[in-house]
């Protein structure tokens, strides 16, 4: 006996190895965590899969308990020792209703709504505030709350902030100024219990769904990429099962600030049991040094693009690939190989592309194009076939054979897949 309460379940033959909830291979290459009082399993995602070099999924008791706010205990019980009574948790607090109402007005003394106003038009920036429900608050001069609404309406709580309505940048001198609504309110019995900001909007079940840390940059970037729903878990570290398991079965496409793109496609695989993780590495590849100290986040990136041209993009000379089709370089995590479309860089050879753009060039010749859109691997949609295959032409052919630029050459291949298969 170790003397843990928790261990990996001892190998007795196959029928104490399972399909692993990560990568999804038919081999049974799972180990369970069961619980040494009971031997019995604490949940079937919880354990470790022993293809590590291609998987990595680790799932422990101490992290499903902590996303599930259940007592951990990490060793084993004595005989002598009382059972001790775990209490119910409490009800869920909720902001009053009458209190969330009244913030909503007075936009007009918000900094944070000043800088959208700045950063688009007052029109759009209404649109902004009342698709987010952004608060005012008397708590500081020009403050703004963010208001965590779930799916059912209920307002969980509120967080309140202050933003240069010149830069859109939080105001950290003399303090960071950053507290809770139930703090301010003096709420002292209320029981947080966090959702994503954005969640409200899940109620739409056919866009796929973008998560960054801040809510402002969920806003920004909700203007220049409005295919997805986009919501914030509100720091690097939020990104848990809790606020996730509302994203069940969905398609999500991670965009982490820098730095923090190995921690989130690392969480990315613990989650992966509960949807489909995509992981953007777009400011990785497009950052500078001097971004990366000043620790660049997406909306940090895109505010310098004028909007109307992700929105409705306008073709450029010499311009091979929009900044619009630039974000959505993404890769999977933790999903099958077969996603229609998709193939790991590693599955290709170094060297020269020839071959395969001549069969392209020689397929895209003979073919009608599409007059309706479609949705590209699940997350990217084409409305202009001629621009979008020229300028992934131009970019493989002026990047023959580099790796980072293979994904061009992937979503036209992707691309002859799928038109292929509308023809057949």
């Known amino acids: ?206 866009k796929p769904v973008a998560i960054v840390e801040s809510e402002k940059t969920a806003i920004i970037a909700s203007v220049y990429l409005p295919q997805f729903i986009w919501v914030a878990v509100g720091s690097l570290t939020n990104l848990t099962a809790e606020k996730c398991s509302i994203l069940k079965g969905r398609k999500v496409i991670l965009f982490p600030d820098l730095n923090a793109f190995d921690k989130w496609t690392s969480k990315a695989k613990e989650l992966s049991h509960i949807a489909i993780f995509f992981v953007s590495d777009l400011l990785e590849r497009k950052a500078t040094e001097a971004e990366r100290q000043k620790g660049f986040d997406l909306a940090d990136y895109l505010v310098k693009y004028d909007y109307k041209v992700f929105v409705f993009p306008e073709p450029k000379a010499n311009e091979p690939l929009s900044a619009v089709q630039a974000l959505v370089e993404v890769n999977t995590v933790g999903q099958p190989d077969n996603i229609i479309g998709f193939r790991r860089p590693d599955q290709y050879k170094s060297g020269s592309w020839e071959q395969d753009i001549r069969d392209l060039e020689n397929y895209f010749a003979k073919i009608t194009l599409p007059t309706q859109p479609i949705i590209l691997n699940n997350c990217l949609p084409i409305t202009n076939f001629l621009k979008f295959i020229e300028s992934h032409f131009a970019t493989v052919k002026a990047n023959n054979g580099n790796q980072i630029f293979l994904p061009y050459l992937q979503r036209l291949q992707e691309l002859k897949q799928v038109l292929s298969a509308n023809t057949n």
């Open 1 to 206: 006996m170790t003397g843990f309460k928790y261990i990996l379940e001892p190998y007795k033959g196959m029928n104490t190895r399972y399909h692993c909830p990560g990568c999804q291979q038919r081999a049974k290459t799972f180990s369970r965590y069961i619980d040494t009082e009971t031997d019995e399993h604490i949940n079937p995602i919880v354990g470790r899969c022993n293809r590590e070099i291609n998987c990595g999924y680790h799932y422990t008791p101490k992290q499903y308990f902590q996303d599930n706010n259940i007592l951990f205990e990490t060793h084993q019980r004595k005989s002598h020792r009382p059972q001790i009574n775990i209490p119910k948790p409490k009800p869920i607090s909720l902001i009053p209703v009458e209190v969330f109402k009244a913030s909503l007005k007075e936009h007009e003394t918000n900094s944070f709504v000043k800088f959208l106003i700045k950063q688009f038009d007052v029109e759009l920036a209404g649109e902004l505030v009342s698709r987010y429900f952004i608060g005012t608050s008397k708590h500081w001069n020009g403050a703004t709350v963010f208001w965590q609404i779930d799916t059912q309406g209920k307002v969980r709580t509120g967080k309140i902030m202050l933003y240069s309505p010149d830069t859109g940048k939080r105001v950290k001198e003399p303090f960071n100024h950053i507290t809770w609504a139930y703090k301010a309110l003096k709420l002292t019995e209320f029981e947080l219990r966090q959702c994503l900001f954005g969640e409200h909007l899940l109620i739409d079940k056919i």
